[in-house]
């Protein structure tokens, strides 16, 4: 059952958190409640971009480019359970706002593929799975992409980065429980 658990990532965080600020929940609760709200704006600009840009040369009904964003990042910041996730010692709101600052940086990497940006993306990719393990199921569709337009070159990086990133806790792992 230890295996199948989440990584080590919020526990981690938790470390970092309580050395820098002492045993004091109030200070994760903060940092969580900044987390929300950093999630909400990136909800937006997620959508923003997803929707394209707003202006007059952009394809697509207005109303729906403007109002897109602002009604998605109101419906995830009110959400309720999101609301009272923050207030306690659960991995989420840390896993979602790393899932969506990976989603953000490939977006980015969509319009302007760039080798800065995928190390980013590899990098933050690997610690959001390291706090959540089931969010490595978002690496299909980023391997497809980089497949698909053949930047093997900066696929390769991305799964290098990943791979430097989790081997030792794989490692530590196996050598615990005798299984990957």
Do not use: C
Request: aromatic letters at 16%.
């Amino acid at each position: 059952n230890s295996i199948g658990r989440v990584g080590p990532g919020y526990e981690f965080f938790l470390v970092g958190v309580y050395f820098i600020f002492g045993h004091h929940y109030e200070a994760v609760w903060i940092l969580q409640a900044i987390f929300h709200a950093l999630s909400v704006l990136l909800v937006f600009l997620i959508a923003r971009q997803a929707l394209g840009k707003v202006g007059p040369s952009a394809e697509g009904p207005t109303l729906t480019r403007r109002a897109g964003p602002l009604i998605a990042s109101v419906l995830f910041g009110f959400s309720p359970d999101l609301i009272i996730a923050s207030s306690m010692l659960l991995a989420e709101n840390l896993a979602i706002f790393l899932m969506l600052v990976s989603i953000f940086i490939f977006f980015r990497i969509i319009e302007n593929p760039s080798v800065r940006l995928t190390v980013l993306l590899g990098a933050v990719f690997a610690f959001s799975v390291l706090v959540r393990t089931p969010l490595l199921l978002i690496i299909i569709p980023i391997i497809y992409f980089f497949y698909s337009r053949k930047l093997f070159l900066h696929l390769a990086l991305l799964l290098f980065i990943i791979i430097v990133i989790m081997t030792p806790l794989t490692i530590r792992n196996f050598q615990v429980y005798g299984a990957f």
